[in-house]
């Protein structure tokens, strides 16, 4: 129950700030009364980079990935509407304090939410001299949404951590959402549980775990962190993920794998709140190696469709 609770609050904040937050900003596009082009205009700047910033940073598939789209589109489509319905034949200097105060309001926030938004795109790009490796995806027959990954911990929790350049992975519906239902306690609610998971390249598994608990939703196991886990060596690296189900690893340290073999199944165990799958990689002495599927890096708000 208290988990069910929580995330019924996290989904309605999450609601508040990327639906209805827009959407009400968009609506006063339409409704308000503005008095010159430069007040519109600021208003108009900082509703784009609040959209924006959202847009970029926070966690859709609680609200469906499709309105993150919907949003973006009504954010640029309503100011140009607006400006040859109503706004082009106004001043373009405001009349009066109150009206310049208005403006330069809007001019600060679009800054602000501008600044915010470049630090969170910057994360999409990896530093050139950062060694990378080239994996297949290890998941397949649906869309898949990235939670954690780039390049800086704005879009990243991992970013502090030894796994700077790991990934989170979920899976979605035709309609954008990761589960069935809001804050279900049933770990069969959440798509990507039990998908089958592919080796990502053909090496040696150096470690491999299959004894871990799946956790109850929303409880972390704070001492086996990665739970039930394959670790293959490849192309000079490592590459781990985390957070099989338990009992469903097929491989064991020392076996050989080809890539595009099924190595287990997605589940929910060790340091985990939901059932996702962790990956990250590195050289073999710790040091992070960036990850590249099919050519291309990823970060939160990725979707692959496999």
């Given at each position: ?5 929580s995330?019924?609050i ?7 700030v ?5 959407l009400?900003f968009?609506?006063?596009q339409f409704?308000?009364?503005f008095?010159?082009r430069?007040?519109w ?6 509703t784009?980079f609040?959209t924006?910033f ?7 598939p609680w ?8 949003v973006?589109?009504?954010?640029l489509a ?5 400006y040859f ?5 106004l001043?373009?200097?405001p009349?009066?304090?109150?009206r ?8 600060l926030?679009a800054?602000v939410?501008l600044?915010?938004?470049i630090?969170?795109?910057?994360a999409?790009?990896y530093?050139a001299?950062a060694?990378?490796i080239?994996?297949?995806?290890p ?5 898949y ?8 911990n704005q879009l990243n929790?991992h970013?502090?951590?030894?796994q700077k350049y ?5 899976m979605l519906d ?7 239902g ?5 770990l069969e609610d959440?798509?990507i549980y ?7 390249c053909?090496g ?5 775990n299959?004894?871990?608990?799946d956790m ?5 196991n ?8 394959v ?5 000079g ?9 338990q009992g ?9 794998v080809?890539?595009g ?8 165990s060790?340091?985990?709140l ?22 291309k890096t990823?970060?939160?708000n990725s979707?692959?469709?496999?």
């Amino acid at each position: 129950m208290a988990f069910e609770i929580s995330f019924l609050i996290e989904t309605l904040v999450i609601a508040v700030v990327c639906l209805v937050i827009p959407l009400a900003f968009v609506a006063v596009q339409f409704l308000a009364k503005f008095k010159s082009r430069l007040g519109w205009l600021s208003y108009s700047l900082a509703t784009f980079f609040y959209t924006l910033f959202v847009f970029v940073d926070l966690f859709w598939p609680w609200v469906s990935m499709h309105s993150r789209y919907a949003v973006m589109v009504l954010a640029l489509a309503a100011p140009a509407y607006v400006y040859f319905k109503k706004i082009k034949k106004l001043n373009f200097k405001p009349e009066g304090k109150k009206r310049w105060v208005f403006a330069c309001a809007g001019f600060l926030a679009a800054a602000v939410f501008l600044f915010i938004s470049i630090h969170a795109i910057s994360a999409y790009f990896y530093p050139a001299d950062a060694k990378t490796i080239n994996l297949e995806f290890p998941l397949r027959g649906g869309a898949y949404y990235v939670s954690q990954g780039g390049s800086n911990n704005q879009l990243n929790m991992h970013f502090a951590k030894l796994q700077k350049y790991a990934y989170d992975i979920l899976m979605l519906d035709a309609f954008g959402f990761r589960a069935k239902g809001i804050g279900s306690q049933n770990l069969e609610d959440y798509y990507i549980y039990k998908q089958k998971i592919f080796a990502p390249c053909s090496g040696r598994i150096i470690e491999a775990n299959n004894n871990a608990l799946d956790m109850p939703l929303g409880q972390k196991n704070s001492v086996d962190f990665n739970g039930n886990y394959v670790v293959v060596e490849c192309e000079g690296a490592r590459v781990l993920m985390a957070h099989f189900l338990q009992g469903s690893v097929l491989v064991k340290a020392n076996d050989q794998v080809s890539a595009g073999q099924e190595i287990g199944l997605a589940g929910n165990s060790g340091n985990t709140l939901e059932p996702h799958l962790h990956i990250s990689a590195d050289d073999g002495s710790g040091n992070p190696v960036v990850i590249e599927f099919d050519g291309k890096t990823l970060a939160r708000n990725s979707v692959v469709v496999k």
